[in-house]
């Protein structure tokens, strides 16, 4: 009898560690972050003000609720208790309180952290100090922690992310864990048992198709981050999602190209944090952000990545199975001009490449509705006809 219980003990560590808090995103995670548009210029009353804009403007209603915190809100040194310290001058009243005030909203709080000695904005990092920093975020009310990959020369991304993630457990309180390492290091091939979603791409920049060099570092457009990494959709699902970085919506792209970002990414299942000023946002920003038969898509329970299926001419085809035998389907015009399309749906049988998901367009009849218009459009016995804008997609729903 001893025994069994020396072997027990022995193996309850592996019991409370080595694993993360289970359905936490079992849909892709909806939220904001201050990044993209502030930087490192961000204060309480920014927070709040977005909270307030959340349930003014509709996004919360869409089904964002995460407010994320990105760098920069810290003091540059720790306490002598070795405690990370909010800003005073930005954060006067505290994490804890403005974790209240979001929660008061109905929603949630994010904060941002790094494995390295210091984060990327030179502030410090959580190499060390893991488990007093997961208690430290768990004790102000944290919901969310984005984990970047700064300053980490020598460490091993998978069992770095391992410690925070066992320091996330310890702490008790369940937080999304966003590991943010670039997809450096291939995260989608261990990161389903860290973390609740991986970025896959350096950072992404407010273009449609450009590359911006900073010389150690690059930002990427779009469609840059789009075809970055190839065969790593069948390694996401639910509660594990490939994160192609926050969006930028709203920072500067035409109307078309931010339709079709927005398109791309609930096609994909990234998560879908916006990175705009919602506070200021023009009409037609809210009105893609919040569309809810695109956000739906995104948002379906089956969880499967969209794939490529094919190119005509300019015009990327993308598609997506969902929940019910439904499928999605995307027209991608990449070039800058409008083009015509006519697609025969009967002349196409379309196998998921990765998961066993396949439709006979030929045998089997669907009901069209155009998502971007808000109307049916017919059926799959019919030819499309459709002229796409520059940059602009042509997106269906299809149902029996």
Known sequence: MKKIYIIMLLFLPCLVFGQKFPNLAPTPPMGWNSWNTFKSDINENLIKAVGDAFVKDGYKDAGYKYIIID?????????????????????????????????????????????????????????????????????????????????????????????MRDALYAAGRPIVFGICEWGDNQPWLWAKNIGQLWRISGDIAPCFDCVIDHGSYKDWGVMKVVAMRKDIRKYAGPDGWNDFDMMEVGTGMTVNENRTHFTLWC?????????????TADPSTVAILTNKDMISINQDPLGIQAFKYRDIDSTEVWVK??????????????????VSIEFDWTEHKISDPDFDYKVDFSRDKFNIFNIWSGKKAGTTGEVVKSQISGHDVLVFRLSH
């Open 321 to 338: 199975p969902l929940k019910n035998k439904e499928w999605a389907v995307c027209f991608l015009n990449r070039k800058k001009e409008p």
């Open 267 to 279: 096609m994909l299942a990234s998560a879908l944090t916006m990175g705009n000023d919602i506070r």
């Open 71 to 163: 760098d920069c809100w810290s003091l540059k040194q720790r306490d002598k208790e070795g405690n990370l310290v909010p800003d005073p001058a930005k954060f006067p009243g505290g994490m804890k309180a403005l974790a209240d005030y979001v929660h008061s909203k109905g929603l949630k709080i994010g904060i941002y952290g790094c494995a390295g000695t210091r984060t990327c904005g030179d502030y410090p990092g959580s190499k060390g100090y893991e488990l007093q920093d997961a208690k430290l975020f768990a004790s102000w009310g944290i919901d969310y922690l984005k984990y970047d990959w700064c300053n980490t020369t020598g460490l091993n991304a998978e069992k770095a992310y391992s410690t």
